[in-house]
């Protein structure tokens, strides 16, 4: 499968993470340095820069950078400088996962849902419901997605829509804007330390994800070792600062929670290995270049474009026409299941053996990148299956 990078065309970057930390105080500044830069945040309260701020990384750093970067940050802010973290502060890491291939970046993703309470509990109780870090247990659109995301491949990844999941605690719409995984959970507070210790787990996260390659295999070692050790696997010599009397039980919540997702890359691979043949069939996804070229061996296409089905050429499963087609009656459906009906054009049905890249292309989302759920049928001429 692609790489991150690759798949959502972002601009390479190096470094393991990058820091915004949001903060609302007394006798703040601007900070313009090789490492920070300030901006104003609507969600603080405060006269900006002097009693509220947010401090963000330049570019991507090496996680082991991290706590001398909080140090460099405290020490150009100065003694004059009151931190003071309210609820509406939060300090949000982007991990980069640009090199990940999509498969290990869905491990990744599922190893932290797993994790997902503990890791929360360390990084901030009162985070836990805030309407700005969902949880996966509080974000039913989050788990929409990320079904979409494991069992349709690559082409899940453009079913990411900013409503759904912008505000989720495992931010995965930064996917499309930087390559990276954003982590929002963590409560404000400007300590080094506990920064680092955040951001070296993250990074575990990764390196996990990286390493086992796919979620199927995340589930097989979770369910092969149990969840004390599961931790220990995932964050090594960390592992004991994310452990509590109840971690089990609220491990084992999030497991039940997240169970359709490794099934369902496990569901997406099956059948992509029995299309070895190199057949398209009824159901199978389908990028915009390789629609393209479908169209020019006769298939026809159906495809779904933000929840609405679009169809152009013959409709799945209706019997081609055995006569020229001048008006809808003169079609003989034979519909599989609940199908909209033919498009239709000027007072016709929609019917094009020859579709032009025009009609493909309207059924496209995301300018032209990503074709939505399509399916490729035999044309009535004889096309490839």
């Not at 453009?158 to 995965?172: C, H, Q, T």
Request: with cysteine; charged share 25%.
């Amino acid at each position: 499968m692609k790489k991150v990078s690759e798949l959502f065309k972002t601009k390479a970057v190096k470094g393991d993470v990058g820091v915004e930390i949001e903060v609302e105080g007394k006798g703040l500044s601007i900070v313009d340095t090789a490492v920070w830069r300030t901006e104003s945040d609507g969600s603080l309260r405060g006269e900006f820069p002097h009693t509220c701020a947010e401090y963000i990384f330049q570019i991507p750093i090496p996680v082991s950078a991290v706590k001398a970067a909080i140090m460099s940050l405290k020490e150009s802010l100065g003694p004059k400088a009151v931190f003071e973290f309210s609820h509406r502060t939060s300090v949000h890491v982007h991990v980069n996962v640009q090199k990940l291939e999509y498969q290990q970046l869905l491990a990744m993703m599922y190893t932290y849902l797993l994790l997902e309470e503990p890791l929360t509990s360390f990084a901030g109780k009162k985070r836990k419901g805030n309407n700005f870090c969902l949880r996966a247990i509080d974000a039913e659109g989050l788990i929409d997605t990320l079904n979409q995301m494991f069992g349709m491949g690559e082409n899940g990844s453009f079913m990411i829509r900013n409503d759904a999941v912008r505000y989720s605690a495992m931010n995965i719409e930064a996917l499309k804007k930087y390559g990276s995984l954003e982590f929002r959970v963590m409560e404000g507070n400007m300590d080094e330390e506990r920064i680092q210790t955040w951001c070296s787990a993250l990074v575990m996260l990764r390196e996990y994800g990286e390493a086992l390659g796919t979620p199927e295999a995340v589930y097989d070692r979770f369910n092969a070792i149990g969840v004390d050790a599961f931790l220990d696997d995932v964050l090594g010599h960390l592992a004991h600062l994310f452990k509590y009397a109840k971690v089990e039980r609220d491990v084992l919540t999030s497991f039940s929670i997240t169970l359709d997702l490794p099934f369902a890359f496990k569901r997406f691979m099956k059948a992509l290995k029995a299309r070895g043949d190199g057949k398209w069939v009824v159901g199978d996804l389908i990028g915009y270049d390789d629609a393209i070229k479908a169209q020019g061996e006769g298939c026809l296409l159906k495809g779904q474009a933000n929840g609405l089905y679009k169809i152009i050429g013959l409709p799945v499963a209706m019997k081609a026409p055995k006569k020229k087609v001048e008006k809808f009656d003169d079609y003989d459906p034979a519909w599989i299941d609940e199908e909209p009906v033919p498009e239709i054009r000027d007072g016709a049905p929609a019917w094009n053996p020859q579709l032009r890249a025009e009609d493909i292309r309207a059924v496209f989302n995301m300018n032209g990148d990503a074709f939505i759920n399509p399916a490729v049928v035999p044309a009535p001429r004889g096309g490839r299956r």
